[in-house]
Structure formats: structure tokens, C-alpha cells
């Protein structure tokens, strides 16, 4: 973990506890940091846990930066009823015997899901629709649809199938813990749905981890109870973006112009990219446009030099 500096910059990698919502845990940054200026990438449902990134200060800016465009989970993905919500916390619609419900017939609707596929998201998700959240128009009786999207689910494992028959009361249900790799914008939810209503007994998620959000893993994350004994940032901005983004080593004159906001001359590198000086320091982030690379974000201004 990275000692707090003066200026205070950089990423906070929170492993979220079920129950709280993203908004939650910025609130609680702000007090443990002592600032305002705290913000989230990747928002995690408050029944979700795992890695949620937290930007602290100037690193704020940082975020909306990031390529963020993989997610790893655990899931427990259960069969045998359907929910309002797609998962534990919605009210149930259906129910299905999944008496006849084989290993193998799982790994076939499991195998149907992975790949490029196109997918509905959740109705609880915060897709807009006519300019509101689906959420906030689920809780309002609204009847609307939501278009299926392009996702790409690269990695949907099974860990362990676990079978309860019902003589409980329970009515039987399949329990499947899952491991998911995908794009940003995959819903595990929906996932859940889709292999329950695949099979014809209907399903539900009752458990979800986020364990990788990009290069940001559960190995950098903290919880909000150890952050509040011991407030240290995960990774400082210039560690933040020198895991983040393709590197370009610049010389010291270089620098100097580019932290005082002028441009470089292009090298052919495509998309953003840290420029990084002789000391190994992340100076700016820069995009080369035409014959300029000019920076969409000096990290380490010539104030901070």
C-alpha cells in the first residue's frame, strides 16, 4: 500500500461489503480522507461484494480514463425459480421442477451463454430509459422492455453444483457456484436468468463477488472498516497510471514542456498512453492527434515538479 503524500492523489481498490451501495462507500472515503473530492468507477449493486476502485483527490480525474472493459466474478447462480429482480433480493414470479435437471444439460445452457453473446439486461439495472433509470421505473409498476446488446462473456466455469430435493419445504432447488470473466456491461444476473429460463425451471442469483475490475484485483483491495483503522491509498496516481495505461518514456526537457500543458511530437502509438520521465515518474497521460501528442490529463503538473 502506498504511504499518503502531501497532495494526497491516487486510488483507493475498496473490497465492497454486501449492503451498502457504491455511493456509500465514496462517503465513507470522504471521511476517512478527509476531502470532498472522491469518486467510483464500475458501480457494484449493494447486494454485490469485491473490488470496487475509488478515485481520492486529483485522481478523481483519472477515472473516467481508465479502460475498464474487463470483469472477473464468483456467482452462485440459483435454479428452480425465477425473481422480479433477477436475484434473491426481488420477489418470486416462478417456480420449476428441476428434478430433471442434468449436470450435463447445465454445461449445455452454461456453453450457450458464453462467447459474443447478445444479451437483456437486468430491469433493475441503471440503463436509462426516455431518460430515467430501468431501476427507478421498476419501482414505479412501469411495463417497459429493454433491447438486448452485444456482450462478451469470455470465461463462465462452473465450480460445484450443489442439489437440495425439495423435503425440506424449499421446493428443490440447484445451486451453481460460477466463476465469469466478461465485457463491462455483462450482467451476471442476467446470466442467471437466461440459464434458468434456458432449462425451463427458471433462476435466480443469490450470491456475487466482483474479483477483477480491469487490472485491479482483489489483491489490492482493502475493506472500509481496515481503510478507517489505517487510511492508505492502494496505489499512488503515478502507480495508478503506470498499471493502467501503455507506457512512453520521455527525456527531461520533454517533460518539463509537457507538465506546463504544451504538446510532443507524435511516435505512432495508438490511444492514450503514460508519458513517463527519466526518474520513472508518470508525467501526463497523452493521445497523439495528426503531428501532436497532446495530454488528455497531466498527472504530475510543473507546480508538483
Known amino acids: 500500500m502506498a504511504d499518503l503524500s502531501i497532495e ?20 465513507r472515503c470522504r471521511k476517512i480522507f478527509n476531502t470532498r473530492r472522491v469518486g467510483h468507477a464500475g ?6 461484494t469485491g473490488v470496487l476502485v475509488i478515485g481520492i483527490e486529483r485522481a478523481t480525474k483519472l477515472l473516467g480514463l481508465l479502460s475498464l472493459t474487463t470483469k472477473a466474478y464468483v456467482a452462485t447462480i440459483r435454479l428452480g425459480s425465477s425473481t422480479t429482480t433477477d436475484d434473491k433480493e426481488g420477489e418470486i414470479l416462478t417456480r420449476g421442477d428441476v428434478s430433471g435437471v442434468t449436470d450435463e444439460a447445465i454445461a449445455t445452457g452454461i456453453a450457450a451463454l458464453t462467447g459474443e453473446i447478445e ?9 436509462k430509459v426516455d431518460g430515467r433509470r430501468a431501476h427507478a421505473l421498476v419501482r414505479t409498476g412501469a411495463d417497459f422492455d429493454l433491447e438486448a446488446r452485444p456482450v462478451t462473456v ?10 437440495v430435493d425439495g423435503s425440506d419445504g424449499s421446493g428443490g432447488f440447484i445451486d451453481i457456484d460460477v466463476e465469469v470473466d466478461c465485457s463491462a456491461g455483462t450482467y451476471i444476473r442476467s446470466l442467471a436468468r437466461d440459464l434458468g429460463a434456458g432449462l425451463g425451471v427458471g ?15 482483489l489483491e489490492h483491495a482493502r475493506t472500509l472498516d481496515q481503510l478507517a483503522e489505517h487510511p492508505l491509498l492502494s496505489l499512488t496516481i503515478d502507480e495508478a497510471a503506470l498499471l493502467s495505461f501503455p507506457r512512453r518514456d520521455i527525456d527531461a526537457e520533454e517533460a518539463e514542456s509537457i507538465s506546463q500543458g504544451r504538446w510532443l511530437e507524435p511516435v505512432g502509438l495508438k490511444g492514450i498512453h503514460v508519458a513517463v520521465d527519466p526518474e520513472g515518474q508518470a508525467i501526463a497521460l497523452i493521445q497523439e492527434k495528426g503531428r501532436r501528442a497532446s495530454s488528455v490529463m497531466v498527472v504530475r503538473p510543473a507546480t508538483l515538479r
Do not use: C, W
Request: charge should be positive; glycine fraction near 6%; aromatic fraction near 4%.
Open 154 to 163: 469470455s470465461r463462465f466455469d462452473v465450480l460445484e453444483i450443489r442439489r
Open 203 to 217: 433462476g435466480h442469483l443469490t450470491a456475487l463477488r466482483r474479483t477483477a475490475v480491469g487490472p485491479f484485483t
Open 8 to 27: 494526497n492523489a491516487g486510488l483507493v481498490i475498496i473490497d465492497k461489503s454486501d449492503g451498502i451501495t457504491s455511493h456509500d462507500a465514496v462517503s
Open 119 to 127: 444479451q437483456v439486461p437486468a430491469k433493475v439495472s441503471a440503463i
Open 43 to 48: 458501480t457494484l449493486d449493494p447486494m454485490a
